[in-house]
């Protein structure tokens, strides 16, 4: 029973660009508040603890120990997440993991387990589930409104000045675009198509300075007979965005993740518009609030861990397909040993 007074205490592990975002998306809630945090750069905890009111601890095991922790945000490069998972997990402070949820399948196979022995909820920050137009078209396609799932497709377009010294561009450390970016494309088209049969794909390195891809095409084919498609790149000039989904009784576009157009077979039109000034912002602020109202309620999380493991094995099987030029097959498994490319 959601019990209105009580105040969830929000423990950050990681205090870089994407903690100042839920940082400030926490500020929003009335029963919420960001209590503690740790990051190895003592500066920057400092920093954004004091535009907060939040205690910083040395390290992670300080943090575990802090009283009162209702969850645990893990906010750091992937490559230390099932590590800190397994260490807060032991703590048994509920944790949020940004995603890439892992590395690796083994990885993701033991950070979840650690949760499942704790009883504990360990949720995957998938934040593009949150967007309002994204979220909509999931429903219209289980409503039955759209037919049986056809096709969907997400291009995003976008020039991202990646420094060269920056974890991003180390394979090893973050996964590369396929793990940074391409992970939200194909969450969202395996939420719209289920389970995926195979993958193929085909990256390119069009920016000299970065040792990771930066531009990825993958084709997905669904267990249901339907298909996926991403095209992602992080080196282009000019920037746009689009998502779509066919069904067998319509079709819609998400245009620049601000407009949602279509129209159904028996004649009715979809429109919704958040508007030119949408800030994606919105996003986080849903996602956290909902993380805080499971909370209060004691209902699981919405994106499980088991939830950001499919995402990760469909992420890794593109990147294999990509890096091998060969169509992997369902069960797709396997990681591939990450090797930067020069
Ligand atoms: N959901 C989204 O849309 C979204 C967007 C951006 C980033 N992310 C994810 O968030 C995570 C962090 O990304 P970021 O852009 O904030 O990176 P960042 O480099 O800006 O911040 C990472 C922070 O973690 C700290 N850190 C590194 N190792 C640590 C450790 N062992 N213990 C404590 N602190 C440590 C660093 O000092 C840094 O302050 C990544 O997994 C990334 O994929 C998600």
Same mark, same amino acid.
């Given at each position: 029973m959601l019990n209105d007074k009580l105040m969830i205490n929000i423990g950050f592990l990681g205090a870089g660009d994407i903690a100042a975002v839920h940082a400030a998306a926490i500020k929003t809630i009335n029963d919420a508040r960001l209590a503690a945090i740790a990051d190895v750069d003592p500066e920057r905890a400092r920093l954004l603890a004091g535009k907060h009111g939040a205690v910083?601890?040395?390290? =992670?095991?300080?943090? =575990? #120990? %802090?009283? &009162?922790?209702?969850v645990l945000y893990i906010l750091t490069p992937p490559e230390g997440h099932a590590r800190q998972i397994i260490a807060a997990a032991a703590a048994r402070i509920p944790i949020v993991c940004e995603k890439p949820l892992t590395v690796t399948l083994d990885e993701a196979d033991q950070a979840i387990a650690a949760c499942k022995r704790a009883g504990l909820p360990l949720m995957t920050g998938l934040s593009h589930r949150y967007h309002p137009l994204a979220a909509l078209a999931k429903e219209l396609l289980q409503s039955g409104e759209l037919g049986d799932f056809v096709a969907a497709w997400s291009h995003r377009l976008i020039h991202l000045p990646v420094s060269p010294n920056s974890w991003l561009n180390d394979l090893r450390v973050g996964g590369g675009l396929t793990l940074q970016y391409a992970m939200h494309d194909l969450d969202w088209l395996s939420w719209l198509g289920g389970d995926v049969a195979g993958v193929s794909a085909q990256e390119a390195h069009t920016n000299p300075e970065l040792n990771i891809e930066d531009n990825l095409w993958a084709l997905l084919q669904f267990r249901n007979g339907g298909s996926g498609n991403i095209g992602l790149s992080w080196s282009v000039p000019s920037a746009w965005t689009e998502r779509g =989904? /066919?069904? %067998?009784? &319509?079709? =819609?576009r998400i245009i620049e993740q601000k407009r949602l157009v279509g129209r159904l077979a028996d004649g009715r039109e979809l429109a919704e518009d958040l508007g030119d000034d949408y800030d994606w912002f919105d996003v986080f602020v849903r996602e956290s609030r909902d993380i805080v109202r499971r909370l209060q309620q004691g209902?699981?999380? %919405? /994106?499980? &861990?088991?939830?950001? #493991?499919?995402?990760?094995? /469909?992420?890794?099987?593109?990147?294999k397909a990509a890096k091998t030029g060969k169509m992997i097959h369902s069960p797709l498994g396997n990681d591939l040993p990450l090797e930067n490319n020069s």
């Amino acid at each position: 029973m959601l019990n209105d007074k009580l105040m969830i205490n929000i423990g950050f592990l990681g205090a870089g660009d994407i903690a100042a975002v839920h940082a400030a998306a926490i500020k929003t809630i009335n029963d919420a508040r960001l209590a503690a945090i740790a990051d190895v750069d003592p500066e920057r905890a400092r920093l954004l603890a004091g535009k907060h009111g939040a205690v910083v601890f040395s390290d =992670l095991e300080a943090l =575990l #120990r %802090s009283p &009162g922790l209702d969850v645990l945000y893990i906010l750091t490069p992937p490559e230390g997440h099932a590590r800190q998972i397994i260490a807060a997990a032991a703590a048994r402070i509920p944790i949020v993991c940004e995603k890439p949820l892992t590395v690796t399948l083994d990885e993701a196979d033991q950070a979840i387990a650690a949760c499942k022995r704790a009883g504990l909820p360990l949720m995957t920050g998938l934040s593009h589930r949150y967007h309002p137009l994204a979220a909509l078209a999931k429903e219209l396609l289980q409503s039955g409104e759209l037919g049986d799932f056809v096709a969907a497709w997400s291009h995003r377009l976008i020039h991202l000045p990646v420094s060269p010294n920056s974890w991003l561009n180390d394979l090893r450390v973050g996964g590369g675009l396929t793990l940074q970016y391409a992970m939200h494309d194909l969450d969202w088209l395996s939420w719209l198509g289920g389970d995926v049969a195979g993958v193929s794909a085909q990256e390119a390195h069009t920016n000299p300075e970065l040792n990771i891809e930066d531009n990825l095409w993958a084709l997905l084919q669904f267990r249901n007979g339907g298909s996926g498609n991403i095209g992602l790149s992080w080196s282009v000039p000019s920037a746009w965005t689009e998502r779509g =989904l /066919i069904g %067998s009784q &319509g079709n =819609l576009r998400i245009i620049e993740q601000k407009r949602l157009v279509g129209r159904l077979a028996d004649g009715r039109e979809l429109a919704e518009d958040l508007g030119d000034d949408y800030d994606w912002f919105d996003v986080f602020v849903r996602e956290s609030r909902d993380i805080v109202r499971r909370l209060q309620q004691g209902q699981p999380f %919405s /994106i499980s &861990g088991d939830d950001g #493991r499919r995402a990760l094995e /469909i992420t890794l099987a593109v990147q294999k397909a990509a890096k091998t030029g060969k169509m992997i097959h369902s069960p797709l498994g396997n990681d591939l040993p990450l090797e930067n490319n020069s």
